[in-house]
């Protein structure tokens, strides 16, 4: 099972890894492990589609936030466009997580700087090609 979190880059744990993990800590078989995943995964699903939230103690809270209408634009031509307003997914995490997650990047080493993707530090310019006119 991969881990959180490598001195050298982080490994992401995808469906079928959450199925394997939930199997060998419950002792059901995969094709158990795989139903009750997607069984909770719709719960959550139905409730934020209703406009309900789900807590999940200890670890966090699913909510449903409105993103109202706004004007933005378009990065690679400059014009500006009418973005609709739309319902989003929002996550808030509890603070035993997040403490949890601090506590294990201490153990290796890991700074919250060190951990992140250090891409382009520099402002655009008109000849990097990132540049639009504002």
Same mark, same amino acid.
């Given at each position: 099972?991969?881990?959180?979190?490598?001195?050298?880059?982080?490994?992401?744990?995808?469906?079928?890894?959450?199925?394997?993990?939930?199997?060998?800590?419950?002792?059901?078989?995969?094709a158990?492990?795989?139903?009750?995943?997607?069984?909770?995964?719709?719960?959550?699903?139905?409730?934020?589609?209703?406009?309900?939230s789900?807590?999940?103690?200890?670890?966090?809270?699913?909510?449903?936030?409105?993103?109202?209408?706004?004007?933005?634009?378009?990065?690679?031509?400059?014009? +500006?466009?009418?973005?609709?307003?739309?319902?989003?997914?929002?996550?808030?995490?509890?603070?035993?997580l997040?403490?949890?997650?601090?506590?294990?990047? !201490?153990?290796?080493? !890991?700074? !919250?700087?060190?951990?992140?993707?250090?891409? !382009?530090? +520099?402002?655009?310019? +008109?000849?990097?090609?990132?540049?639009?006119?504002?």
């Amino acid at each position: 099972m991969p881990t959180a979190v490598n001195s050298h880059y982080i490994v992401r744990m995808n469906k079928a890894d959450l199925i394997d993990a939930i199997s060998s800590q419950s002792g059901n078989s995969k094709a158990d492990a795989a139903k009750s995943l997607e069984a909770a995964l719709d719960a959550i699903s139905k409730s934020l589609s209703e406009g309900n939230s789900v807590s999940l103690l200890g670890f966090g809270k699913f909510s449903v936030a409105r993103r109202n209408a706004r004007t933005g634009r378009n990065p690679q031509t400059g014009a +500006e466009i009418q973005i609709p307003a739309r319902n989003a997914v929002k996550f808030s995490v509890a603070k035993a997580l997040k403490d949890l997650v601090q506590n294990d990047s !201490e153990d290796t080493g !890991e700074t !919250e700087a060190a951990s992140q993707d250090t891409g !382009e530090t +520099e402002a655009p310019t +008109e000849d990097s090609g990132s540049w639009w006119k504002r």
